[in-house]
């Protein structure tokens, strides 16, 4: 039995040794992302949840003079409710179920970089609990995090889009959905 408990926690040692540099070099590549002011690499700006910018472009002198530069309708007619993450010239944008995801280049006319289709069972939608909505992705390690409805994490390159990993985190099927970033 002894023996046992030792060969757990020599095996807890050894995997958490080997996946905190790992988890180091996600929250550093997203520290970096963060501390320039000119991306937005967290949902809500940062870990202070205020999504607050500190840009001065636009202030109480010329707020009023806004206007719409450009859209991008994504086809999806459901809650919107993340907002799009900024990392240097890209910018990623998700929808609601069925939570598709978009690279758009902002210095080339919100040209599509690349686009992200998950394949999800329609049936997922009747478990979710607050409308079909999707709260947001996440950024890291070069890497764009959608938690899919369907209980799905994946992750994809931020540059191409392509899924790195995917693992799954919640079962519909006994009523677990997720909608967070």
Not at 43 to 68: E, F
Not at 108 to 122: G, M
Not at 156 to 175: F, I, M, Q, R, Y
């Amino acid at each position: 039995m002894q023996v046992n408990k030792l060969k757990l926690a020599l095996g807890l040692v050894a995997g958490l040794s080997a996946a905190m540099p790992m988890v180091a070099s996600a929250a550093a590549d997203q520290e970096a992302a963060i501390k320039n002011a000119n991306n937005w690499a967290d949902p809500r700006g940062d870990y202070t949840n205020q999504a607050y910018s500190t840009l001065a472009q636009i202030n109480k002198g010329n707020v009023k003079n806004l206007k719409a530069a450009w859209t991008f309708a994504t086809g999806v007619n459901r809650g919107h409710e993340g907002a799009p993450l900024v990392i240097g010239n890209m910018m990623y944008v998700h929808t609601a179920f069925p939570n598709n995801v978009y690279a758009l280049d902002l210095n080339d006319n919100q040209k599509i970089v690349w686009s992200y289709f998950p394949k999800q069972d329609p049936s997922v939608q009747a478990v979710l609990c607050c409308d079909n909505v999707s709260r947001g992705l996440g950024y890291g390690d070069g890497k764009i995090y959608l938690q899919q409805n369907d209980g799905m994490l994946v992750a994809l390159d931020a540059k191409t889009g392509a899924k790195v990993w995917e693992v799954k985190n919640t079962d519909p099927k006994v009523g677990a959905t997720n909608t967070n970033a």
